[in-house]
């Protein structure tokens, strides 16, 4: 490779649908380079093509075994550079890459990253969240229980969050968020960036659903989902004393569950929510 030191793997991020949003460094990687190490061979060779770069490709994938990682490694160690690329946007951000890059570290071999695209950043960047401390989650488990479960896991962290989602999926996530995190917590679904029908959604989870339930168009394509974080200060805003009051009369004579449910339809107050407080005050 020309002008760059031998031997050093390249991260390289490629565009996730504007093919101009590829950097000139990124261009001038995949054109010096001696090989390129592709998710997915087909699909990358239209966008080397749309470029005229023809530097060699090989596979290496998610299931790619070790043999395959140990011949780069052996290309590096021969004094090759290689350049890693996914399908789109950064590799290793819910793309493979993460085993080659710990053990070309471990090898002493250098890793420079080639920075560009990446779809939660972009996605983020627009959404109108807080920024300045947010929570990566890829995607979710693809079963509703395993799903829902996972969602357990994340109602309290204040952090904005921040999820990849598929057209299969997206109405039965967003439904599940709703369930789980609270019908009016504040959302935001950016679908299809830099593409033709780029959209971004926005408003609460209930609203969400019902604005995917009422076009199917919104259903299609690529999305990254992020959700508001938990508002502990708002946490009980609505349990007043009256409320409390109840709640301690009718949790003397039901279980939580039960009562929490009989309390909020005497109230119009959250289910959740009274559950949640309740939980609370047995803790105390
Ligand atoms: N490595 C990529 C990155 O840097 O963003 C992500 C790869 S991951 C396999 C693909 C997921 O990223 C999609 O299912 C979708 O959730 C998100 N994504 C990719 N391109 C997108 C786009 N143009 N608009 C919205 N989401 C996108």
Redesign the pocket.
């Known amino acids: 490779m020309t002008n760059q030191s031998p031997g050093e793997l390249y991260i390289v991020?490629t565009p996730?649908?504007n093919l101009e949003d590829i950097t000139q460094r990124a261009l001038n990687t995949l054109k010096n380079t001696d090989f390129i190490a592709a998710e997915d061979t087909r699909h990358s060779a239209k966008l080397l093509q749309y470029f005229n770069i023809t530097t060699p490709m090989i596979a290496y994938h998610e299931h790619s075994d070790i043999k395959r990682l140990q011949k780069i490694c052996q290309l590096l160690a021969e004094g090759r550079s290689v350049a890693l690329i996914?399908?789109?946007?950064?590799?290793l951000?819910?793309?493979p890459g993460f085993q080659l890059v710990k053990t070309v570290r471990e090898q002493g071999i250098n890793v420079v990253p080639i920075p560009g695209?990446?779809?939660?950043v972009a996605?983020l960047s627009v959404a109108g969240l807080p920024s300045d401390r947010f929570v990566f989650e890829g995607f979710m488990p693809a079963k509703k229980n395993a799903r829902c479960q996972y969602l357990q896991g994340l109602l309290r962290e204040e952090r904005t969050l921040i999820f990849?989602?598929?057209s299969h999926r997206i109405l039965a996530s967003i439904s599940d968020m709703r369930d789980i995190l609270g019908s009016d917590r504040g959302a935001v679904i950016?679908?299809?960036?830099?593409?033709t029908f780029e959209t971004v959604l926005e408003g609460d989870l209930q609203s969400l659903v019902d604005k995917l339930t009422a076009d199917s168009n919104q259903q299609r394509?690529?999305?990254?989902v992020m959700v508001g974080g938990y508002k502990k200060a708002d946490e009980f805003a609505s349990i007043t004393d009256s409320v409390s009051h109840m709640m301690t009369i009718l949790l003397e004579e039901l279980p939580i569950k039960k009562a929490a449910a009989m309390c909020a339809k005497l109230t119009g107050l959250n289910k959740r929510d009274l559950y949640q407080w309740a939980l609370e005050q047995k803790d105390k």
């Open positions: 991020a996730i649908g996914s399908d789109a946007g950064t590799p951000i819910s793309d695209v990446c779809a939660m996605a990849y989602e598929s950016a679908r299809e960036l830099t593409k394509g690529e999305f990254v």
